[in-house]
């Protein structure tokens, strides 16, 4: 069987194991349902549990839960782990699910619809999704083997969680290799990708690493609140042991970006992350995630990869990116090597922009929205060179690559130097004008 179906046509290939699931229950082995899986079923049914069965044993009422999570280790990543993967907008479809080491749900967060999706599943606080309590689901999987386990439709033994892919993983103790809990995200079948239980593993290695860190896994005074709400803060709270950078500036002119710090050493940038700085650059007002994601990735990008990727941005550079929405910190806006440009042609320095601006946005950038920027940022330096009508300037504009093809400019060149001088026809030819 084609396991890719289940990104490609996720109703075709549930059809498919639901058949197999109904053969496997009445002790026909089918090749879509591995041995092990087969195995937990059984083990599952021999405890009591029903196919035909949705509510799981409850442990804890949700008052008694709120108090729980106040003593666990995991309060203290749980703020990454919101920031990296929940998606608690109108309009989210995921669930991000938390439990502790005995399979009990300690935190759930997603929109109020997929909540009540949830509800009906009994997918909720103080509810036991072990094996014993529930049947065979990823969170329980992951507890049994250990490592991440992704659950797709009638791979779970319950039939009434056949409509839900699940993709979860144990988070450890980085000291004693203990399991704490299982991290975990459960959606309608057409929201998972093939990138959903990769994102869950890069999740937990952050949780991890934030574990041991100094004071690792401490709640956070912050997050001790009666209501049990997970702060959209960020990050702030958890990784505030971390040495966090001073940001001078920003370096994104050419082919080598790089953050400049405030002692002058340079930090590199990969070239997504320069991406998304070069936008949050561009507006003051921030982005959504669901924003830097369309405009980095098109139709394909998601808000989890950005989310991803800004932890780590965040972690690289500290308060120099904020979030809710993402955008750069008041000390940092408009000190890119780009924003000084502008700046300087905001004040009518024509010669000083010329001289700062000494190579495209991003030159190897190949994401549409940093090419607008990039284009934008020549048609305003060659607007006022042109303006200008100094022959220096003109002279040195077409002596860039930026402006080697502005033929209006070579125009603007000849009707102050003549249209016989040899540098108008040298930089006229080289303009195609």
Aim: net charge negative; hydrophobic share 45%.
């Amino acid at each position: 069987m084609d396991y890719g179906l289940r990104f490609s046509d996720p109703a075709r290939y549930a059809r498919t194991l639901r058949r197999a699931h109904e053969l496997v229950i009445s002790g026909i082995p089918r090749p879509e349902i591995p041995a092990s899986l087969a195995d937990s079923w059984h083990r599952a049914m021999a405890l009591g549990i029903s196919p035909d069965q949705h509510s799981p044993r409850h442990l804890h009422e949700v008052s008694e839960v709120l108090e729980l999570r106040r003593g666990h280790r995991l309060q203290g990543v749980m703020p990454a782990l919101h920031e990296l993967l929940a998606d608690d907008s109108r309009s989210g479809r995921h669930l991000l699910v938390l439990t502790d080491a005995s399979g009990e749900i300690l935190w759930r967060v997603g929109s109020p619809a997929v909540l009540r999706q949830a509800d009906r599943l009994e997918f909720l606080e103080g509810a036991d999704w072990s094996e014993a309590g529930i049947g065979t689901n990823a969170i329980s999987e992951a507890l049994v083997t250990g490592g991440p386990v992704q659950l797709f439709s009638a791979e779970h033994l319950v039939r009434t969680h056949h409509e839900w892919a699940c993709s979860a993983a144990p988070i450890r103790d980085p000291a004693t290799g203990q399991v704490l809990g299982v991290l975990d995200v459960s959606g309608p079948l057409d929201t998972i990708s093939a990138d959903t239980l990769r994102m869950v593993r890069c999740a937990v290695r952050v949780a991890e690493a934030l574990l041991g860190a100094p004071d690792g896994g401490t709640p956070p005074r912050a997050l001790s609140n009666p209501g049990g709400q997970h702060p959209r803060a960020g990050l702030r709270d958890a990784v505030e042991s971390q040495p966090r950078a001073a940001v001078a500036s920003l370096e994104l002119l050419g082919d080598k970006p790089a953050a400049v710090l405030a002692d002058g050493s340079r930090v590199p940038l990969t070239p997504r992350r320069a991406e998304i700085l070069a936008l949050l650059d561009s507006r003051a007002q921030g982005w959504a995630a669901e924003e830097l994601a369309y405009e980095l990735h098109g139709d394909a990008g998601t808000p989890q990869a950005i989310r991803t990727e800004m932890f780590r941005l965040r972690s690289l550079l500290g308060e120099a990116v904020l979030s809710n929405p993402y955008r750069l910190a008041a000390d940092v806006a408009g000190r890119s090597d780009s924003g000084r440009v502008l700046g300087q042609l905001r004040e009518g320095r024509v010669a000083d922009a010329l001289d700062s601006y000494r190579a495209p946005l991003l030159s190897r950038s190949g994401v549409l929205a940093v090419q607008l920027l990039r284009d934008q940022l020549d048609l305003a330096v060659g607007s006022a060179v042109r303006a200008s009508a100094d022959p220096g300037l003109l002279m040195r504009w077409l002596s860039t690559d930026m402006g080697s093809a502005d033929a209006a400019a070579a125009e603007v060149l000849g009707a102050l130097l003549g249209r016989g001088d040899p540098r108008y026809l040298a930089f006229r030819a080289s303009a195609g004008a």
